[in-house]
């Protein structure tokens, strides 16, 4: 089974709710968490952006800082 | 993190409606940005290009945490290869910005050392990750050891164990060489005081509700004629295991 395949396979089971085997399971983490990529350097700016939040309020980078920083959080996905 | 001047916002490729649900569901107010598209999550290098494309899981990134000064600079970043191991603010709070808190903390003390090993956080889920932050006072007139050290001496060092702790790094500043001219030995001592910086991370197995987080803390002291046996200090740090936060699916 070729990776696509297998995560593919997975993420199928995810959504469906259908049972996963550990191990394959294990597999899947280790596929997903290849070529791990973790943006901006230490000491760099990160890019600007605006968003908007769960209540449709724009933020951008600047309306989120605090007067000594912030911390920036990147999640997968609170749906699953 | 607001009370100590620093903003939070959590960025993930999920709708608006999906990201009210969740936070109406475990009370968060700090915004979670709908990155439909994923197009911020792109801008930043971060999208994890392993899920295929066409696949409704593409657009994730790579999860993780940028601890940003007041200009945008990256102070800091957790980017961990499990996903499910995660800092804590207050562990953030603790390794980045000093600030310790005193929720969960032991003080000990052994022949002429006081030593006080504080968590970052009284309560954690299974896999976080909490701070260490520990603060030695030795009495004045003797030292204990850093490393490197002789095999004959025993050096300064915290080391957590027990069934709860999945993994753990503790770390003491750099010790100052102090010779010792009647041994003709130039060794690596502490005086006075000094502190420790760290972190654990709580098993994944572990199940919610109280636990204890049990550790040792090693040393020996000398002055300038003598030196004592080595101590080994046993310690206890209450803390209560959450459950951990799911998903809306799940």
């Known amino acids: 089974m070729d990776s696509t395949e297998l995560i593919n396979g997975i993420l199928r089971k995810m959504g469906s709710g259908e049972k996963i085997d550990p191990a394959e399971f294990k597999k899947f983490v280790d596929l997903q968490n290849a070529d791990l990529r973790t943006g901006p350097a230490v000491g760099s700016k990160v890019p600007d952006f605006a968003l908007e939040d769960q209540n449709g309020r724009r933020f951008t980078l600047h309306d989120l800082m605090g007067s000594k920083g912030m911390l920036l959080v990147f999640t997968r996905s609170a749906d699953w | 993190m607001q009370r100590a001047g620093l903003g939070v916002a959590a960025v993930s490729y999920d709708a608006k409606a999906t990201l009210k649900r969740f936070a109406d569901a475990h009370q968060i107010t700090y915004p979670l940005l709908s990155d439909e598209g994923s197009a911020v999550i792109r801008k930043f290098g971060i999208l994890n290009t392993n899920i295929p494309e066409g696949n409704m899981f593409h657009g994730i990134p790579f999860p993780g945490d940028y601890v940003l000064a007041a200009d945008g600079t990256v102070k800091q970043k957790h980017f961990l290869p499990n996903y499910q191991t995660r800092p804590t603010a207050s562990g953030i709070l603790l390794a980045d910005f000093n600030m310790v808190g005193d929720q969960a903390s032991v003080s000990i003390s052994a022949e002429d050392v006081q ?47 027990g069934d709860a702790v999945a993994q753990q790094s503790i770390a003491f500043p750099p010790a100052v060489p102090l010779e010792f001219k009647a041994l003709g030995e130039t060794l690596p001592v502490y005086e006075g005081s000094l502190q420790g910086r760290g972190s654990i991370v709580i098993s994944g197995r572990v199940k919610p509700g109280t636990s204890k987080i049990a550790g040792t803390l090693r040393f020996q002291e000398c002055n300038d004629s003598i030196c004592k046996l080595p101590q080994e200090v046993p310690f206890e740090i209450p803390i209560k295991i959450e459950a951990m936060v799911p998903g809306l699916k799940n």
């Open chain 2, 115 to 161: 030593a006080k090993i504080s968590l970052s956080s009284a309560q954690a889920a299974p896999s976080q990750e909490l701070g260490v932050a520990v603060e030695i006072a030795i009495a004045p007139g003797w030292h204990i050891y850093g490393q490197p050290l002789p095999e004959n001496y025993v050096a300064t060092s915290l080391t957590f164990s």
